[in-house]
């Protein structure tokens, strides 16, 4: 008797700070999800886990591994040309083979990307560019990175390395970037920063190390703002329009059809959407402003997880 | 008999200043070339005047039209997917069908491209890009342009105006752009930019209007600045050092083989290009430093020119 088994895909998201494992659909539903934490000491020992859990998942919800067809992977950090892993904020990812690993215990072709790249991939085939065959996309959370795809193609750039939208400088003399330049995007409007620029402003005001421990990030500072705090309220300006001015430069530079923002920070909805669309609109193009369409991601946190599904069935 | 004639292609290059027909080989060899200044009233009178110049050199060098195969034209300023024309510097393209025009006439099939695109194309093929796959291109000369071409295809964007390099912010609070933007790359660091800001610094030491009247552009910038005025010296290392952040940004987003710098500008040599390399690599991402490779265009005023011959090759 042949069995009709619907095609499954694996897909992984690799985080530096978590990673989820999901058993799809090719249509983008998540039939089965895990969370991990990453509270690993070092690469191997994460992806150890990781793939136990692709074995755990496997053996409870489908009792092996013919089902599935196909693996996609999407890798929180830069992937070069040539397979190479070179995460920056996680070491020891350079020598481990995700799809030869992946191949050799599971018995499946995988498919390997740049969560940004992935979650752009996932957007637009499942998300907030459903129906376009181009995507500009964000994510501003801990730190700020992006996808591009152009015609339904990836920008990769030479070594694999290209899209690093939060790496694009608004000031000269700006905070110190994480990547060593100054200035960039990412240190002035990520989460991360969001948060450290309301401590600062809040020091220089005198406050003190507990008032500061009560603003980690962005969230506490939307919430100051929208209960009045004048200081909150002035940093988060700032920020969204750093933000607003660097959107604005992005999207003269690529003429997509739709910027899509993911991750943590534009959880704020409204308060982040509406300020940010107004201030980015004077910085675009003269002729060109009523052409910006800026909108939220619409999978939430499983950008990368179903992108991953959509690179697997693009194999 | 049959007469082994050698494939030649039409090639214009279409500018608001002026405009180059010429006749070329697909190798790149420019086998008669005219220089046709803009002195005209409007578009209409520009574009009669083109196409008479290439009915004369048609007639004059090869007796007729029929040993061409091709044309390719690289107009100055945006093309809409639709192939509508919108130049911003010189009115009245939009109701002109360029293609048409030259196939009615000539009997020619054209390709048609953004001047930007088309020289991004030309260096690629025959310039200092020859041997890649990918290149991004600037001109910096009245204003900024540029082009990108990843793994041989042209980043157009969704409505044909992407790759605006000129128009990324540098500044909250810099000057107003032509764009209707402030701040941007164009304002700061063109060849008229350069010229402007030099101007602005005599005058507010107090420098004559005649005095003024000497730097209309980067050129005499330059040259003073090498006869050791302090002026045009710190004038121009803060428009290089601009040039160089604007560059460094476009760097960390194409993560590209090669930048090649283009127009009236980069004739500087290395006057501009050896500052501009030292200003640039710090604020290029800390791993990617060795990875910069910026080089002046190697095609001179021919850019556009054969780009359009290599547009017409692929078409």
Redesign the interface.
Known sequence: MYNHTPAMVLALDIGGTKSFVGLCRPDGTVLAVRRIENRFDGAAAYWSALLDVVDELLTEKVGGKSLFHMAGIGFGGPIGRDGRL?S?HVGGWDGIDLSGDIGRRFGLRSTLGNDGNVAALGELTYGAGRGLD?IVYLTVSTGIGGGVI??G?P???????????G??????DGPECS????GCLEALASGTAIGRRLREALAAEGASQEALAAFPGAKEVFAAAAEGCPTARRVLDACL??LA??L???F??????VMVLGGGVPMAGDALFVPLRREMV????????G?VDLRPAQLGEYSVLLGAVALAMQA
């Open positions: 070179r920056l181009s152009e015609q193609e920008l990769l750039g030479q070594r694999g390395l290209a899209a690093e939208l790496h694009i400088a608004l000031y000269p990547c060593g330049g100054r329009s750093d001015r660097g604005a430069s992005i003269n530079v690529f003429d997509p059809p004077p910085h675009v193009m003269r002729f060109r402003r052409d």
